[in-house]
Each structure stands twice: as structure tokens, then as C-alpha cells.
């Protein structure tokens, strides 16, 4: 078993927060997965300025992701970020892969990304009730990333999304 340098937790709120973040680390491993295939296949007005923004985004997600998985390693727990495991755990809706329409992929990613800040906001707070200020810290940080990345890319839409 991994070594546990979170030892101040109780053992409950320990599993809790490694279960948690890795629910987390699923949907951000999944999410920043659905930015890089808008970005591989968007097309229409404003095409560059877009597919620029979102390698930004993608970047911006896999920090996040290290973040917790590195959390979850420290907490003694086992980061669980294969492809299978992303597939089989992502709270996430899928993707859609046939769209290429600069607004529909704008549509869809506002979309992850707003169910995505909520699943956040609420890990947010279960970290504080389970008195992990640390992970709480951690889930703002992606938080707070993560709004400003969806604010950026909705308003690169040419429609109200």
C-alpha cells in the first residue's frame, strides 16, 4: 500500500477525498479528451483563434489532473487515470465526434464544462465537510481554471449558448 503523507485526516474522510478525486480526475481526463477532438475538427469562422484557445484549455486540464492524481498518491490512495477507468467512470456526457461546426463545439464543450464546475463546486464542499482544506484548495484552483476556460470558449461562439 502507498505511503499516506495526508496523515491528519481521519481514515473515512481519507477514502472520501481519494474516491472523490478520483471521480474528478475521470471527468477532467475526459473533458480535456472532448477539448482536444473539438480542436482536431472544428471548422468555420474564427477557426485559428479557436483551435489555438483550446490547446491552451487541454494544457490547462492536464495540469488540473496531475494536481489530483498527485493529491490522491500523497492521501496513500492509487490515481486512477487509464483510458478504460476514464471510460467506465466519467460522469461526463460523451462527446459528440460528428460534429465541426465552430458553434456546435462551443455549444458542447459550455455545456461539459458547466456540468464539470458544478461536480467541482460540490467536491468543494465535501472536502471542507470532511475538514480537507487542502483538496478544497486544490478543487478551486481547477474550479476557478476551468470557469474562466468555458467563459473564453463561449464566447468565442457565434451564438448565445
Same mark, same amino acid.
Do not use: C, W
Given at each position: 500500500?502507498?505511503?499516506?503523507? /495526508?496523515?491528519?485526516?481521519?481514515?473515512?474522510?481519507?477514502? $472520501?477525498?481519494?474516491?472523490l478525486l478520483n471521480a474528478r480526475l475521470a471527468d477532467t481526463i475526459d473533458l480535456a479528451n472532448a477539448v482536444k477532438q473539438a480542436h482536431w475538427n472544428i471548422k468555420g /469562422?474564427? @477557426?485559428?483563434?479557436?483551435?489555438?484557445?483550446?490547446?491552451?484549455? %487541454?494544457?490547462h486540464l492536464r495540469e488540473g489532473s496531475d494536481l489530483m492524481a498527485e493529491r490522491v498518491v500523497m492521501m496513500g490512495g492509487l490515481?486512477?487515470?487509464?483510458?478504460k477507468t476514464v471510460a467506465?467512470?466519467?460522469? !461526463?456526457? %460523451?462527446?459528440?465526434?460528428?460534429? /465541426?461546426?465552430?458553434? +456546435?463545439?462551443?455549444? %458542447?464543450?459550455?455545456?461539459?464544462?458547466? +456540468? @464539470?464546475?458544478?461536480?467541482?463546486r460540490q467536491g468543494i464542499e465535501a472536502a471542507d465537510e470532511a475538514g480537507d $482544506?487542502?483538496?478544497? +484548495? !486544490?478543487?478551486?484552483?481547477?474550479?476557478?481554471?476551468a470557469e474562466k476556460d468555458a467563459w473564453f470558449i463561449g464566447s468565442n461562439g457565434n451564438k448565445a449558448v
Open positions: 500500500m502507498p505511503q499516506n503523507f /495526508v496523515p491528519f485526516l481521519k481514515e473515512n474522510a481519507r477514502t $472520501e477525498m481519494i474516491e /469562422v474564427g @477557426f485559428i483563434g479557436v483551435h489555438e484557445l483550446l490547446d491552451d484549455v %487541454a494544457d490515481a486512477q487515470g487509464t483510458s467506465e467512470k466519467s460522469s !461526463l456526457s %460523451a462527446y459528440p465526434t460528428e460534429i /465541426v461546426k465552430l458553434d +456546435d463545439h462551443v455549444e %458542447a464543450l459550455v455545456e461539459r464544462y458547466n +456540468d @464539470f464546475t458544478t461536480k467541482l $482544506e487542502d483538496t478544497a +484548495d !486544490l478543487l478551486t484552483e481547477v474550479s476557478r481554471t
